[in-house]
């Protein structure tokens, strides 16, 4: 905890195996949608949308038991899953624009983080550039020199402080294509990137471990933020 507040960023190293990391590739590679289908995205970058909706290869993630021990620290009780990134970087793709994963939030910094991210690697080569320390910067400083790049092992998890500068470093033409799945949380006061009591809906969400049902939203915020007909949305999926 020491390091993280201190850098803003951690490392948590070899959390997924070989085999594991193989059968998660395998199941998401064929919704991967063709690389230009998001306006945001360049002819190098493939996502899958509608993550949750789509496939349950990821599920184990979002509540892996050192994550969420580190998201119980950082963020309010019944914290939210905000959003679920599935992105593949092809050989060829551009370094990223330096970006604070929270400053959608009108909050003016420097300010605790109001969210947290949790990227795991799934291949050789994927690189991140941090500035570390940033996640204390006010809110007009900007990064105006060079990053520090970060390359985990595959397997591994990197926790990311939502105030934290970062971006993604160019993949070199001759590199494999780097596949990245990141889940978003955020405090359970705060509105969500994805809608996710909308889609992926009732029936997956049964499907859920009762704590991503949680963070889904089938929860309650004390005293009284998420009901549904003033009942407990867990209700719903009786």
Same mark, same amino acid.
């Given at each position: 905890? %020491?390091?993280?507040?201190?850098?803003?960023?951690?490392?948590? +190293?070899?959390? &997924?195996?070989?085999?594991?990391?193989?059968?998660?590739?395998?199941? $998401?590679?064929?919704? /991967?949608?063709?690389?230009?289908?998001?306006?945001?995205?360049?002819r190098h970058t493939r996502q899958v949308f509608g993550v949750l909706h789509n496939t349950?290869?990821?599920?184990?993630?979002?509540?892996?038991?050192?994550?969420?021990?580190?998201?119980?620290?950082?963020?309010?009780?019944?914290?939210? $899953?905000?959003?679920?990134?599935?992105?593949?970087?092809?050989?060829?793709?551009?370094?990223? %624009?330096?970006?604070?994963?929270? !400053?959608?939030?009108?909050?003016?910094?420097?300010?605790?983080? $109001? %969210?947290?991210?949790?990227?795991? +690697?799934?291949?050789?080569?994927a690189t991140l550039v941090l500035w570390p320390g940033s996640h204390r910067w006010p809110?007009?400083?900007?990064?105006?020199?060079?990053?520090v790049p970060l390359t985990p092992p595959p397997g591994s998890c990197v926790i990311t $402080?939502?105030?934290?500068?970062?971006?993604?470093?160019?993949?070199? +033409?001759?590199?494999?294509?780097?596949?990245?799945?990141?889940?978003?949380?955020?405090?359970?006061?705060?509105?969500?990137?994805?809608?996710?009591?909308?889609?992926?809906?009732?029936?997956?969400?049964?499907?859920?471990?009762?704590?991503?049902?949680?963070?889904?939203?089938?929860?309650?915020?004390?005293?009284?933020?998420? /009901?549904? !007909?003033?009942?407990?949305?867990?209700? &719903?999926?009786?």
């Amino acid at each position: 905890m %020491s390091r993280l507040h201190r850098d803003g960023y951690l490392v948590l +190293p070899g959390l &997924l195996a070989t085999g594991s990391r193989g059968r998660i590739r395998a199941e $998401l590679a064929p919704l /991967l949608m063709p690389a230009g289908r998001d306006p945001f995205s360049s002819r190098h970058t493939r996502q899958v949308f509608g993550v949750l909706h789509n496939t349950r290869a990821v599920d184990a993630l979002l509540d892996h038991h050192h994550v969420v021990a580190l998201l119980d620290r950082l963020l309010l009780p019944n914290f939210l $899953l905000s959003k679920l990134d599935v992105i593949e970087r092809a050989p060829g793709a551009a370094a990223g %624009s330096p970006l604070a994963y929270d !400053d959608h939030y009108p909050v003016p910094r420097p300010r605790p983080a $109001l %969210s947290v991210a949790a990227t795991w +690697p799934l291949d050789e080569g994927a690189t991140l550039v941090l500035w570390p320390g940033s996640h204390r910067w006010p809110s007009a400083r900007r990064p105006d020199e060079p990053g520090v790049p970060l390359t985990p092992p595959p397997g591994s998890c990197v926790i990311t $402080l939502g105030t934290l500068w970062h971006s993604a470093a160019a993949v070199a +033409p001759a590199a494999a294509p780097e596949l990245t799945v990141t889940a978003h949380y955020c405090e359970p006061w705060l509105r969500t990137r994805e809608a996710f009591t909308l889609s992926p809906g009732r029936e997956v969400a049964r499907q859920l471990s009762r704590r991503v049902r949680h963070m889904l939203g089938y929860s309650v915020h004390p005293p009284d933020t998420g /009901l549904v !007909d003033g009942m407990h949305p867990q209700r &719903l999926l009786a």
